[in-house]
């Protein structure tokens, strides 16, 4: 199976350091390589300047084969460390396909783990926290705080009734 990953394009978690993420994914962008970074927009409290900030800090995404993420790094400087899975001894791969197809607001979900396992419901987001929002007797609805790995997207219209 590490054989079949080593030729498979994968989103590797990568680290690098805190204050350099958008100056490595500029980098990245230049070179051509796919990858994610997670920001959102700020504004300085006295003024309208508005500047992105990462929401992991140290933390960038990378689209690749394990040989070009290693090339990235070991030929073309880039200044990052792949995070390496205990397990298999290897680059850590972001599974799941969350990556992939990124969850969006009122996507309809299902929970996968956890008290919550099998409910199902839509996707909301309060000051940076994900919930799932469940409709209970066709007239009330619920909020739960649940981690964006337990869930899994349901195919269908984004706001589909019962």
Not at 27 to 40: D, K, M, N, V
Not at 45 to 64: D, M, S
Not at 76 to 100: K, W
Request: glycine share 10%.
């Amino acid at each position: 199976m590490e054989q079949n990953r080593n030729n498979q394009t994968c989103w590797f978690a990568a680290h690098t350091r805190c204050g350099a993420e958008l100056g490595v994914r500029d980098r990245l962008g230049r070179l051509g390589a796919e990858h994610f970074l997670p920001t959102e927009l700020r504004s300085h409290t006295r003024g309208r300047a508005k500047y992105e900030k990462p929401l992991i800090p140290g933390l960038i995404f990378v689209r690749a084969t394990k040989s070009q993420a290693c090339a990235l790094a070991n030929e073309q400087g880039l200044p990052v460390r792949y995070l390496i899975d205990p397990a298999t001894r290897s680059l850590m791969v972001v599974e799941g396909g969350l990556m992939d197809r990124p969850l969006a607001l009122g996507d309809r979900v299902r929970v996968t783990k956890g008290a919550l396992r099998g409910v199902e419901g839509h996707v909301l987001e309060l000051r940076g926290q994900t919930y799932v929002v469940v409709e209970l007797l066709g007239c009330w609805f619920a909020r739960a705080s649940v981690p964006r790995a337990w869930l899994e997207r349901i195919d269908g219209p984004k706001n589909a009734t019962h």
